[in-house]
C-alpha cells in the first residue's frame, strides 16, 4: 500500500485554506481591495460625506488605542476623551501658539500622550474593574473643567480658532480631499502598528495579562511594565487622533470633550468588537453616523434612538460585530477542512487498496 | 424493586467536548450505588448531567419522571439533592443560614430538620453561627451533607466526598452517611476515587473510564475482581 | 464651629440620598457583577411617575407609595427582559446595555415631560430646628433613608427570600442546587434597587428640582461612595455614600464652589482609593489558581 506522491500532494494537512487559495492571500487581498475603495471612493462622494469619513476615521485610530488597553490588555477607560482632548489641544496650541506646520504636530502629540499615558497608568495599576472605571471617570469629568481652568494656554472657554490645511499643489486634490487622505494614511500606519505590537510578543504579554495575570506574572511577565505600556501606548493612538481632530475640524473648545466623548468611545469600542482591529473601524462609523441617523429617526428623543441602537448591538453581537464575524468565519473554515479532510482520506484509502 | 435512578444511553458535553459516551446506570430504590473511575473518567460530568448543570443527550428517569431538559433548581425540588465536588459551601454565611437554604423547599419542615442535622452532626451545632468559611475540611463536607438533607430528598447525589480530607474525617464522614441512608432511607449515589471504602458500603457499583462503562455489578463482585483489585484497589 | 455641624448634617442629608442610590447600585454589582449605570435615570424617570400622581391629586404618601410598587415592578421586568440577555455574555455588553437605557430614560423622560425644570413637594416642611442645625426637611430625608435601611436589613437577615438572594448573589450554582430559582432571585433584586431608587429620586427632587437630568450628578456620587465603600459592601455603600455627600457639602463651602468641585471631592475619593484599592469596607478578591 504505497502512497502515491498525487495523493500526499492532495492531503489536507499543509497550508490553511479558504477555498483554493491559503487564507494568507485571502486576508492580503481583502485588505488590498478595502484599501483601493478607500482611495477611490473621496472621489466619488461630496465635500461633506468625505469630511465625515474623515472623521470616522480619525474616531477609529481613537477607538483602536482604546481596544488595544480594554480589549487585549483589558484595563477599562471611561476617559479615553481626556487623552483624545490632550492630543487636539497640544496639537492646536503648538499651532496656534508656535506656528508649528500641522503635519509636524503629530509626533510631540503622540509622545505628550504617551508620557500622560504612562503617568497615569502607573497609579493605575493598583486599581480594577469599577475602581478603574471611576478613576477613569473622574478624569473625563475633570478634562473640560481643566481646559476653561488652564485658559492662558488653552483659550478657555472659547477655544483657538485653526487654520485648516493647504493641500500641496499639484496633486489635484481639493481641502477635504487632502485631509482624508492624511486621515487614511494615518490609519493605515495605526492598524500596521497595532497589528505588529499585538500579534508580537508584547500582545501576548498583553493578552496574558488580561486573562491570568496571576499565570503571567508566575511566568515572568513583568505585568507593571506591560500594563503601563498597554496604557501609554493606547493613549498615544488616541492622542494622535485628537490632533488629527483638531487639524482637521479647525478648531477646538472645551466643550467638545466631554464625558460623552469617551463614553462614545467605549461604545464604539464595544460595538465594532473589543479585542479586534477590525472592530476599531466599525466603531469609527458608529460614533459618526448613529447619532446623525437617530436625530433623523426621531428629533423628539434622539438619544433614546441611539441607546436603542447600542442595546441590539449588544443583544445580537455581544462580542461586537468583529468579534462575532470572527469565530464563524473560522467555523467555515473548519467545516470545509474537515470536508476536505473526509475526501482526502477517501482518496487516499482508494488509492491504498489496491 | 425499581430502580429510583435509571440512565439510557446518557451523554453529556463540556461545551463542545463530548465526555460520557452514552452510558447506562441504575440506581436501586434505598441502596447505595457507587461510580468509580480514574481523574478524567467523567464520573462529576455525569452528575452534573444528572442535576442539569451540563448539556446532556438521552434519558434520565427519577421515580417516574423525566429529569433530562429540567432546569437544575426543578430537579432539586423533585427530590434529588448533589452535594457538588469542593463542597459548595455558601461561605460568606452562617453555619445555620447554610441549613436553612437547604431546606429552601421543604420551609414546613426546616426548624426540625434542622435539629435532626445537629443531631447527626454535633459539631455543626456548635458552630452554628460561624461562617462556612471558617469550617475546616471536614466539617464543611459534613455541613455539605447536612444541607443536602434539609431538603428530604429520595436521592442523595454525592461527588468525592472524601476529597481533601484526612483519613479518620473519611471514615466519621462514611458512618454518618451509611447511618443516614439506613434511617432515612435515601437512595444514595456516591461518586468515589478511594474505591476500597466505596466498594465496602455500596451495594452495586460501576466503573467508568473515558466516558464510558466498562464494569458494573454488585459491589462484592468488583471488589473481588482481580483486575479491578489490581488497577482501583492496589492489590 | 456652628456652621461646620450645620454643613456637615446638610451633608449628611446629601449623603443619605447618595448612600440609597450606592446601595442600589452595590445590590445589583453583587448579584449580577455589573455596575447599573442606568440606575440615576431609573430613579429620576420613576419621581416623575410620582410627581404625575402627585399633580393628578394624590395624597404624597399615596403617591409614594404607588410609585415604589410600580418602580419594583419596573426593576424587575428590566432585568428579565432587558438585562438577561446580556447576563452570560461579556461584562462590557451588560455594560453597554446599561448605558444604553441610561440614555433611553433620559430621551424619553424629555420627550414626555419635557426639559423644563419642575418643583417637587416635600412631605417635610422646611423649618430650622435645634437652634438652625438642621432643617426639618434634612432630618426627614435622613429618617426615611434610616427606615428603608431597616427594612431592607430586616428583610436579607431574617426573611427566607432575602437569605435565597444572599445565596444566589453568592453561589449562584449552590443556591441552584438547593432549589432556589437564581433568575428570580436576581429580578427581585433589581426591583429593589429600583424602589430604592424611587426613595431617593422622591427624597432628593424638592431639593435639585425636577428635571430630566436631575439625577447626572447623583449617580457619580453614589457610584463614588459605592466604591470608596467597597463595591461589595452594603455597609460600605451606606457609609461612603454619607462620607461623600458631607465631603461635597464641605469641599463646596470651605474649598472652592460650583463647578470645580465635583473634580476636587472626586480627586479625594480617589486619594483614598490609592490607600485602599478595595474601598473602606470592600474585600480584596482573592483569586484562586
Known amino acids: 500500500m504505497e502512497k502515491s506522491s498525487a495523493a500526499i500532494a492532495r492531503s489536507p494537512v499543509a497550508v490553511e485554506r479558504y477555498g483554493a487559495m491559503p487564507a494568507g492571500v485571502w486576508r492580503w487581498g481583502s485588505a488590498m481591495l478595502a484599501i483601493a475603495v478607500a482611495i477611490v471612493l473621496p472621489f466619488t462622494l461630496s465635500n461633506y460625506h468625505v469630511f465625515e469619513l474623515t472623521l470616522v476615521m480619525i474616531y477609529a485610530i481613537a477607538v483602536l488605542g482604546l481596544n488595544i488597553l480594554t480589549g487585549y490588555n483589558g484595563q477599562i477607560s471611561l476617559g479615553h476623551g481626556g487623552f483624545f482632548a490632550a492630543g487636539a489641544y497640544t496639537a492646536a496650541i503648538l499651532m496656534h501658539r508656535y ?256 | 424493586m425499581a430502580p429510583i435512578l435509571q440512565l439510557q444511553a446518557l451523554k453529556a458535553f463540556y461545551g463542545q467536548s463530548e465526555i460520557v459516551h452514552g452510558i447506562d446506570l441504575a440506581v436501586e430504590e434505598g441502596g447505595m450505588t457507587v461510580l468509580l473511575g480514574a481523574n478524567g473518567a467523567g464520573k462529576t460530568t455525569t452528575l452534573r448531567a444528572i442535576c442539569g448543570m451540563v448539556r446532556s443527550e438521552g434519558e434520565i428517569q427519577f421515580a417516574g419522571k423525566r429529569l433530562d431538559r429540567r432546569a437544575t433548581e426543578d430537579i432539586a425540588a423533585l427530590g434529588v439533592a448533589h452535594v457538588p465536588e469542593g463542597r459548595g459551601t455558601f461561605v460568606g454565611l452562617t453555619v445555620e443560614e447554610n441549613l436553612r437554604l437547604g431546606g429552601y423547599t421543604r420551609p414546613r419542615h426546616a426548624p426540625a430538620n434542622i435539629e435532626r442535622m445537629y443531631g447527626y452532626f454535633p459539631i455543626l451545632a456548635e458552630r452554628r453561627r460561624q461562617q462556612g468559611g471558617a469550617l475546616s475540611g471536614g466539617e464543611q463536607q459534613m455541613l455539605a451533607i447536612a444541607r443536602a438533607l434539609m431538603m428530604q430528598p429520595r436521592l442523595l447525589v454525592l461527588d468525592e466526598p472524601s476529597f481533601g480530607l484526612a483519613p479518620r474525617i473519611v471514615d466519621d464522614i462514611f458512618k454518618i452517611v451509611a447511618r443516614i441512608q439506613r434511617e432515612e432511607r435515601v437512595s444514595v449515589l456516591l461518586v468515589e476515587q478511594n474505591a476500597n471504602l466505596a466498594l465496602e458500603l455500596a451495594d452495586h457499583a460501576y466503573l467508568l473510564e473515558t466516558g464510558y462503562v466498562v464494569a458494573s455489578g454488585s459491589a462484592k463482585a468488583l471488589a473481588d475482581d482481580p483486575q479491578i483489585r489490581r488497577a482501583y484497589l492496589g492489590y | 464651629m456652628h456652621e461646620l455641624l450645620q454643613q456637615v448634617f446638610s451633608g449628611l442629608a446629601a449623603g443619605s440620598i447618595y448612600a440609597s442610590v450606592a446601595l442600589a447600585l452595590v445590590m445589583i454589582y453583587r448579584s449580577t457583577d455589573l455596575v447599573n449605570f442606568a440606575q440615576g435615570e431609573m430613579a429620576m424617570f420613576s419621581t416623575y411617575i410620582a410627581w404625575t400622581l402627585v399633580n393628578a391629586g394624590l395624597p404624597f404618601w399615596g403617591a409614594f407609595a404607588i410609585t415604589l410598587i410600580v418602580s419594583f415592578a419596573a426593576g424587575m421586568l428590566i432585568e428579565r427582559v432587558l438585562i438577561r440577555p446580556v447576563e452570560n455574555a461579556p461584562v462590557l455588553a451588560a455594560v453597554v446595555v446599561t448605558i444604553g437605557l441610561l440614555l433611553i430614560f433620559n430621551s424619553v423622560a424629555g420627550w414626555i415631560y419635557t426639559y423644563t425644570v419642575q418643583d417637587f413637594p416635600s412631605p417635610f416642611p422646611d423649618r430650622p430646628l435645634f437652634h438652625a442645625l438642621i432643617t426639618t426637611r434634612d432630618l426627614g430625608v435622613i429618617a426615611v433613608t434610616l427606615i428603608m435601611l431597616l427594612l431592607l ?56 428640582f425636577l428635571d430630566p437630568n436631575m439625577m447626572g450628578g447623583v449617580l457619580l456620587y453614589a457610584f463614588a461612595g459605592a466604591l470608596l465603600g467597597g463595591i461589595t459592601s452594603p455597609v460600605g455603600a451606606v457609609v461612603g455614600g454619607l462620607i461623600v455627600g458631607v465631603t461635597e457639602n464641605l469641599v463646596g463651602t470651605y474649598l472652592i464652589a460650583s463647578q470645580l468641585k465635583l473634580t476636587v471631592a472626586l480627586a479625594l475619593i480617589i486619594l483614598v482609593l490609592v490607600f485602599r484599592p478595595n474601598g473602606l469596607f470592600g474585600t480584596a478578591i482573592v483569586r484562586r489558581v
Open chain 1, 99 to 354: 506656528g508649528v506646520p500641522y503635519w509636524a504636530t503629530l509626533p510631540p502629540a503622540g509622545l505628550i500622550c504617551f508620557v500622560l499615558g504612562v503617568l497615569f497608568g502607573l497609579p493605575a495599576l493598583r486599581f480594577e474593574g469599577p475602581y478603574l472605571a471611576l478613576v477613569t471617570l473622574a478624569m473625563a469629568l475633570a478634562t473640560p473643567q481643566l481646559l476653561k481652568y488652564f485658559d492662558t494656554w488653552t483659550g478657555g472657554q472659547q477655544g483657538i480658532n485653526l487654520v485648516k490645511p493647504v493641500p500641496p499643489a499639484g496633486l489635484g486634490l481639493n481641502q477635504d480631499r487632502w485631509l482624508y487622505v492624511i486621515a487614511l494614511l494615518a490609519l493605515l500606519i495605526a492598524i500596521r502598528t497595532a497589528a505588529n505590537m499585538l500579534n508580537g510578543r508584547t500582545g501576548r504579554a498583553w493578552i496574558a495579562i488580561r486573562d491570568h495575570p496571576i499565570a503571567a506574572a508566575a511566568m515572568g511577565i513583568d505585568t507593571a511594565r506591560y500594563k503601563t505600556l498597554a496604557f501609554g501606548t493606547s493613549t498615544l493612538f488616541t492622542g494622535v487622533a485628537g490632533a488629527l481632530s483638531a487639524i482637521a475640524v479647525g478648531y477646538v473648545s472645551p466643550e467638545s470633550y466631554s464625558l460623552f466623548l469617551s463614553v462614545s468611545f467605549l461604545v464604539g469600542s464595544a460595538v465594532g468588537g473589543i479585542a479586534t482591529i477590525g472592530g476599531a473601524i466599525v466603531g469609527g462609523f458608529f460614533i459618526q453616523f448613529v447619532p446623525n441617523l437617530a436625530n433623523d429617526i426621531s428629533d423628539a428623543a434622539p438619544w433614546a434612538i441611539y441607546g436603542l441602537a447600542m442595546l441590539l448591538c449588544m443583544y445580537t453581537m455581544p462580542h461586537g460585530v468583529v468579534g462575532s464575524i470572527k469565530p464563524w468565519l473560522a467555523r467555515l473554515v473548519l467545516r470545509a477542512a474537515a470536508q476536505r479532510a473526509t475526501i482526502g482520506r477517501n482518496d487516499q484509502s482508494d488509492g491504498g487498496t489496491s
Open chain 3, 153 to 208: 436589613f430586616l428583610f436579607f437577615r431574617f426573611t427566607s427570600t432575602g437569605l435565597a438572594m444572599r445565596a444566589a448573589a453568592q453561589n449562584p450554582v449552590s443556591a441552584r442546587l438547593c432549589g432556589i430559582r437564581v433568575g428570580r432571585m436576581l429580578a427581585i433584586g433589581w426591583g429593589l434597587a429600583a424602589a430604592i431608587g424611587a426613595t431617593a429620586g422622591i427624597m432628593v427632587a424638592p431639593v435639585l
